[in-house]
């Protein structure tokens, strides 16, 4: 895969991923922690330095409240809100968000993509999201992608965000995006058959890259970050040639195919990052039975999905909300209970890293206690949605966004 051309924020961020995936011997004092001139704001989720990737893990925290019924607290929307430029565009995060955007502020795709997202769940805000969907058309590539900040290549990762924040915000489904997905997609038979590329290298080869085709598999189904389970594709879950113009499910049936054979194995990903030790790549992992969910191959998702409850709660410990929303996610596509993650609430442990939510699914409390107040005068389900607060959280790095990236 070729060298992404990104903002040097981003390559720090790059940078530093490595120990976004940590041994789970790890402890809190090891993880990073916000310099002492940095004050992180009541509204933000997770207490390590927001410069890379705090409007990412707020969106996916308020996003993954939202999707469980909890209703999160009007500061931490408020947070998000506030950083957002005046044209709709959002940087990974400004220090100063009552100063206007100028050149120095380093807007990017996917912050804003994954912001649209949050703030079309919670609802209350379509002046903020259609700056920013007015936006993000603007910056679509000739190729009918997008790349990670305005005017670069469009690359996989990019181009599905933004198709599924999209969708999410009531657009049309975006044939350009799926059709250059498609164009990505790994021919069955080879090495990495049915994966999707990041990109295309300078020669135009295409390299299989499992985070791509998670994210993949979601750009061409036209699925943001939430969905539920699809329907089993009725010509099964194998990989098969595509035509000349593929239908996109046939895109993510084969993405799909190359997901459940590289986590057949071992029941997980591998993250490969150059010059480090291989090693269980817990968030792409909970991103890929996303896409399997999504796509109706709930049946190979199963084994990935039963490694995360055994093994990722002390990842997701260490890493903080985005860690715990990304297993949220996962566990709402495949129908199953957040609540009893292998034995641990994921809905308080990721309420534990931000600010006290509102009463969980209050308005929606009150209907289905309407009979029960009858005989009893309360809902015994406010009072437990009001108690999901408890512990102390850690930050998140950004783990989709690498380069080198393979199974």
Same mark, same amino acid.
């Given at each position: 895969?070729?060298?992404?051309?990104?903002?040097?924020a981003?390559?720090?961020?790059?940078?530093?991923?490595?120990?976004?995936?940590p041994?789970?011997?790890a402890?809190?004092?090891?993880?990073?922690?916000?310099?002492?001139?940095?004050?992180?704001?009541?509204g933000?989720?997770?207490?390590t %330095?927001?410069?890379?990737?705090?409007?990412?893990?707020?969106s996916?925290?308020?996003?993954?409240?939202?999707?469980v019924?909890?209703?999160p607290?009007a500061?931490?929307?408020?947070?998000?809100?506030?950083q957002?430029?005046?044209d709709?565009?959002?940087?990974a995060?400004?220090?100063?968000?009552?100063?206007a955007?100028?050149?120095?502020?380093t807007? #990017?795709?996917n912050?804003?993509?994954?912001?649209?997202?949050?703030?079309?769940?919670?609802?209350?805000?379509?002046?903020?999201?259609?700056?920013?969907?007015?936006?993000? @058309?603007a910056?679509?590539?000739?190729d009918?992608?997008?790349?990670?900040a305005?005017?670069?290549p469009?690359?996989?990762?990019?181009?599905?965000?933004?198709a599924?924040? +999209?969708a999410a915000?009531?657009?049309s489904?975006d044939?350009?995006?799926?059709?250059?997905?498609?164009?990505?997609?790994?021919?069955?038979g080879?090495?990495?058959?049915?994966a999707l590329a990041y990109?295309?290298?300078?020669?135009? @080869?295409?390299?299989?890259n499992?985070?791509?085709?998670?994210?993949?598999v979601?750009?061409?189904?036209?699925?943001?970050?939430?969905?539920?389970?699809?329907?089993?594709?009725?010509?099964g879950?194998?990989c098969?040639?595509?035509?000349k113009?593929?239908?996109?499910?046939?895109?993510?049936?084969?993405g799909v195919?190359?997901l459940?054979?590289?986590?057949?194995?071992?029941?997980?990903?591998v993250?490969?990052?150059a010059?480090?030790?291989?090693?269980? %790549?817990?968030?792409?992992?909970? #991103?890929?039975v996303?896409?399997?969910a999504?796509?109706?191959?709930?049946e190979p998702? @199963?084994?990935?999905?039963?490694?995360?409850?055994?093994?990722?709660?002390?990842?997701a410990?260490?890493?903080?909300?985005?860690?715990?929303a990304?297993l949220? +996610?996962?566990?709402?596509?495949m129908?199953?209970?957040p609540? #009893?993650?292998?034995?641990?609430?994921?809905?308080?442990?990721l309420?534990?890293?931000?600010?006290?939510?509102?009463?969980a699914?209050?308005q929606?409390?009150?209907?289905?206690?309407t009979?029960?107040?009858?005989s009893?005068?309360?809902?015994?389900?406010?009072?437990?949605?009001?108690?999901?607060?408890?512990?102390?959280?850690?930050?998140f790095? +950004?783990?989709?966004?690498?380069?080198?990236?393979?199974?």
């Amino acid at each position: 895969m070729t060298v992404l051309r990104r903002s040097a924020a981003v390559l720090a961020a790059t940078a530093v991923i490595g120990a976004a995936t940590p041994a789970i011997t790890a402890t809190a004092a090891d993880t990073p922690s916000p310099s002492a001139s940095a004050v992180l704001p009541s509204g933000l989720f997770g207490r390590t %330095d927001p410069q890379y990737d705090g409007v990412w893990r707020q969106s996916l925290a308020l996003l993954a409240q939202h999707t469980v019924g909890v209703t999160p607290a009007a500061k931490a929307v408020d947070w998000l809100t506030g950083q957002q430029c005046a044209d709709g565009s959002y940087a990974a995060f400004r220090a100063e968000p009552a100063a206007a955007c100028g050149a120095k502020v380093t807007v #990017d795709t996917n912050s804003t993509a994954a912001a649209v997202q949050a703030l079309t769940a919670v609802g209350g805000h379509d002046d903020a999201v259609g700056r920013s969907v007015t936006w993000l @058309k603007a910056q679509r590539n000739k190729d009918g992608g997008w790349g990670y900040a305005p005017g670069s290549p469009s690359d996989t990762n990019s181009t599905a965000v933004v198709a599924g924040a +999209l969708a999410a915000a009531g657009e049309s489904p975006d044939g350009a995006a799926a059709g250059l997905l498609a164009k990505w997609s790994l021919p069955c038979g080879g090495d990495g058959g049915g994966a999707l590329a990041y990109q295309p290298d300078k020669k135009g @080869k295409l390299t299989a890259n499992a985070d791509a085709t998670a994210a993949g598999v979601l750009g061409v189904l036209g699925k943001g970050f939430v969905t539920t389970a699809g329907k089993a594709p009725a010509d099964g879950h194998a990989c098969a040639a595509l035509g000349k113009a593929p239908a996109p499910r046939d895109v993510a049936r084969n993405g799909v195919a190359y997901l459940a054979a590289a986590t057949h194995a071992k029941g997980y990903l591998v993250s490969a990052l150059a010059g480090a030790k291989p090693q269980p %790549d817990y968030g792409n992992t909970a #991103d890929a039975v996303v896409a399997m969910a999504a796509q109706g191959s709930t049946e190979p998702a @199963k084994q990935p999905y039963a490694w995360l409850e055994a093994h990722a709660v002390p990842w997701a410990k260490q890493s903080g909300p985005a860690a715990y929303a990304e297993l949220i +996610l996962a566990a709402h596509a495949m129908g199953a209970d957040p609540r #009893d993650f292998g034995g641990t609430d994921l809905v308080t442990a990721l309420n534990a890293t931000g600010p006290a939510p509102e009463a969980a699914a209050e308005q929606d409390g009150k209907k289905a206690g309407t009979k029960a107040e009858k005989s009893s005068g309360t809902s015994l389900w406010w009072i437990v949605g009001t108690g999901l607060v408890a512990g102390v959280g850690i930050g998140f790095l +950004l783990s989709g966004r690498r380069k080198q990236r393979q199974p």
